[in-house]
């Protein structure tokens, strides 16, 4: 019902067909990118531009009305070069989802009967699993926010979105935005005081580079924060398993319990992928949050050392707000870590 900007620019989308099971959409049309918040960071985007391939929806609004409204979705969606189609049952195309699992998929419009045998050719060469997406989603080059004065983050960037960025800053610490193939010795360049690896798209087996640095970052203790594939690649960096899941898990309702208080929380996800519950016990993490629907984990943690990870999104973005909490217990982490540091006096 809302949320689809935020949606269809989050990077972790990338490569992927978007479809929308809410029937209405575009009635409060496409804001304006030049409306920044006090970070100096895009308000309603979480990134430049339109990630998905394309989107599936099941009727477009020809009206939409908002005080920040600049233009119309099916207008942005033209001038960002995407394809979308509507008059599709989407619900209905989320149960065969839900029976059958994620599959490659097709856009096309014709008045002509359409020739699948083509479009399955076209299928089995782009086929997602295989392939990085890493040079499409990750900043090239080394961006810097927040105050000069402040303790510095890395920010590893395997397809952040701004909201990540947003959280960071709000708890008051500088961010050194980096790219995803950055190495150990790059990152402790900038003297940081902790490290955070992004959100992003495709199979985390694919970040090889993320996964080498990942793991001497776990050596040497540094406060680390994993969020979404970056919960993966953690749990890979750590000597875990990762698999493909059925059809995934994505949304802003999804309820995650966190195994520390017994306590639900709802929360905002998009991910295909997910860690091997049985591969984990044999390493030096432990599950933090699971989902209560299908028993998958959704956070782990560190038994001795100052690294955790989630796999839902806590700056939500779209969806709602209740684990935002995560961002300040890393700070907590990265304080205390700063804290056991100090020479005895």
């Avoid at 339109?50 to 929806?57: A, D, T």
């Avoid at 990085?132 to 926010?145: E, G, H, P, Q």
């Avoid at 800053?169 to 190495?183: A, C, Y």
Wanted: net charge neutral; with cysteine; glycine share 8%.
């Amino acid at each position: 019902m809302v949320g689809y900007i935020e949606s269809l620019t989050d990077p972790s989308y990338s490569g992927q067909i978007l479809s929308l099971t809410y029937p209405l959409i575009g009635n409060y049309g496409v804001p304006d990118k030049n409306i920044i918040d006090e970070f100096g960071i895009p308000k309603y985007f979480e990134s430049e531009k339109i990630q998905p391939k394309g989107l599936v929806f099941h009727a477009l609004s020809s009206v939409a009305s908002h005080g920040s409204c600049v233009k119309t979705v099916d207008e942005w969606l033209y001038e960002e070069k995407i394809p979308g189609i509507y008059g599709i049952d989407t619900r209905e195309l989320t149960k065969i989802i839900r029976q059958k699992g994620v599959m490659m998929g097709v856009l096309t419009v014709s008045d002509k009967p359409i020739d699948k045998i083509d479009f399955r050719k076209i299928i089995n060469v782009e086929y997602y699993n295989t392939k990085n997406f890493m040079s499409a989603v990750s900043s090239n080059v080394v961006k810097i926010y927040g105050k000069t004065e402040n303790k510095v983050l890395v920010l590893l960037d395997t397809g952040t979105k701004y909201s990540i960025i947003r959280h960071l800053l709000r708890i008051g610490f500088k961010v050194v935005q980096v790219p995803w193939d950055s190495t150990y010795e790059k990152i402790l360049t900038y003297n940081p005081v902790g490290v955070i690896i992004s959100n992003g798209p495709g199979d985390p087996k694919m970040c090889k580079p993320t996964i080498e640095t990942a793991k001497k970052l776990i050596d040497i203790s540094i406060p680390t924060l994993g969020i979404c594939l970056g919960n993966q690649i953690l749990a890979l960096a750590g000597g875990a398993d990762t698999y493909k899941l059925k059809y995934g898990h994505r949304g802003q309702n999804k309820s995650c319990i966190n195994e520390e208080n017994s306590l639900s929380y709802i929360t905002s996800q998009n991910h295909g992928y997910g860690i091997d519950p049985l591969s984990l016990t044999s390493t030096d993490f432990q599950p933090w949050f699971y989902n209560p629907d299908d028993k998958t984990i959704e956070g782990i943690i560190h038994k001795d050392k100052p690294i955790i990870a989630v796999q839902f999104h806590p700056e939500a973005s779209p969806g709602p707000n209740d684990c935002n909490y995560i961002f300040d217990k890393f700070k907590e982490i990265v304080n205390l870590n700063m804290r056991e540091k100090l020479p005895n006096k």
